[in-house]
Each structure stands twice: as structure tokens, then as C-alpha cells.
């Protein structure tokens, strides 16, 4: 399914890697996928109540909507434009990095660590610990516990980034 348009898909089985390439115009409900960058380049996608175990899901994509669902996977939506999770639970390493624009409200983040690296305008809404979040660019984090902050003001303006817990003196903020 690369390069295609126009896509409405409901109680759909994917194994296999980089499906939905290039594809725009997505909508997909109850859709799993097991496989490895799917829906890379992909432009205008929303999708409900789906399960993605995928290495580079959502890479270099613009405007994309994920309700209700769960991604499990490295890098996910790694140089993406306008994404938004709603009632996602997400599982990444170095997940949500060098994105821009990047909304979550109401999200678990289980084993997830070096989140938000370089991403710009967060607003996340997280109900859950996170393991570790490393130079976000600028937004609002809200979560109920991080075990390690890493701001380096070499890198980014730490003043930028609001972050929120529940427990703030059990973290660990590391400057370099």
C-alpha cells in the first residue's frame, strides 16, 4: 500500500514492513500491524482503537490523529508534523523525538525512555511515570513521575519547556 490515497480501512490484519509509504488520507479503525515503518511519509492519517508493534512508526509524517490505541516500537514519529495521541497507551524507546507540534492528552508511556529529544510546541498530558525525557525544545509536559530529566542548555533553552509532576522532588535533573 505505497503511495496510495484515499484509504478507509476497518478490522484489517498487517504483517509486514513500511506499509502505507507515502500514502495519504487514512483513516483506519481496529487496524494491527506487526512489521517495521509503517506509514512512513504518510500525510493525513487518523486512526481508532488499533494495536502497531513497528519499529519507525510514523516517521516523516504530517497530520496524524491516534485514538484509543496502542504503538509499540523505536523512534516512534520520529520528524512528524502535527501528531496527536488521545488515549494512547505508547511504548518506545527514544520515542516522540524531532517532532514538531505534538499533542497527547490522557497517555500512558511504559518503558519509554529519552522522550521528546528536540521536539518543539509539546503539549503532553501524560498519566503515567515516564523513564526519561532528554532537551525537548519547547511545550508543556505534565506527567505523574519522571525518573531523569536531561536538559542541556548547549542544546536548548531549558526555560521553554514547562514540566509538571505529581512527586517533583524524585527527580533527577542532570545539566550539562
Given at each position: 500500500m505505497?503511495?496510495?490515497?484515499n484509504?478507509?480501512?476497518?478490522?484489517?490484519?498487517v504483517?509486514?514492513?513500511?506499509?502505507g509509504?507515502?500514502?495519504?488520507?487514512?483513516?483506519?479503525d481496529?487496524?494491527?500491524?506487526?512489521?517495521?515503518?509503517?506509514?512512513?511519509?504518510?500525510k493525513?492519517?487518523e486512526?481508532?482503537?488499533?494495536?502497531?508493534?513497528?519499529?519507525?512508526?510514523?516517521?516523516?509524517c504530517?497530520?496524524?490523529v491516534?485514538?484509543?490505541?496502542?504503538?509499540?516500537?523505536e523512534?516512534?514519529?520520529?520528524n512528524?508534523?502535527?501528531?496527536?495521541l488521545?488515549?494512547?497507551?505508547?511504548?518506545?524507546?527514544?520515542?516522540?523525538c524531532?517532532?514538531?507540534?505534538?499533542?497527547?492528552?490522557?497517555?500512558?508511556?511504559?518503558?519509554t525512555?529519552?522522550?521528546f529529544e528536540?521536539?518543539?510546541?509539546?503539549?503532553?498530558?501524560i498519566?503515567s511515570?515516564?523513564?526519561?525525557?532528554?532537551?525537548?525544545?519547547s511545550?508543556?509536559?505534565?506527567?505523574?513521575?519522571?525518573?531523569?530529566i536531561?536538559?542541556d542548555?548547549?542544546?536548548?533553552?531549558?526555560?521553554?519547556?514547562t514540566?509538571?509532576?505529581?512527586?517533583?522532588?524524585a527527580q533527577h535533573?542532570?545539566?550539562h
Open positions: 505505497w503511495s496510495c490515497k484509504i478507509k480501512m476497518n478490522n484489517v490484519q504483517n509486514g514492513d513500511y506499509f509509504m507515502n500514502s495519504e488520507n487514512i483513516y483506519a481496529h487496524l494491527n500491524i506487526i512489521g517495521n515503518y509503517a506509514f512512513d511519509g504518510a493525513n492519517v486512526i481508532h482503537n488499533s494495536t502497531m508493534v513497528t519499529k519507525d512508526n510514523f516517521w516523516n504530517d497530520n496524524v491516534v485514538y484509543d490505541s496502542f504503538l509499540n516500537g523512534y516512534l514519529a520520529w512528524t508534523n502535527h501528531i496527536t488521545i488515549n494512547c497507551t505508547i511504548e518506545s524507546d527514544q520515542g516522540l524531532y517532532t514538531k507540534n505534538l499533542t497527547l492528552k490522557n497517555c500512558r508511556l511504559l518503558h525512555d529519552l522522550a528536540y521536539c518543539e510546541n509539546i503539549d503532553a498530558e498519566n511515570d515516564i523513564m526519561s525525557v532528554k532537551n525537548p525544545i511545550g508543556k509536559i505534565k506527567a505523574h513521575h519522571i525518573d531523569e536531561i536538559m542548555p548547549h542544546e536548548i533553552d531549558p526555560s521553554k519547556t514540566i509538571i509532576t505529581d512527586d517533583d522532588s535533573v542532570k545539566q
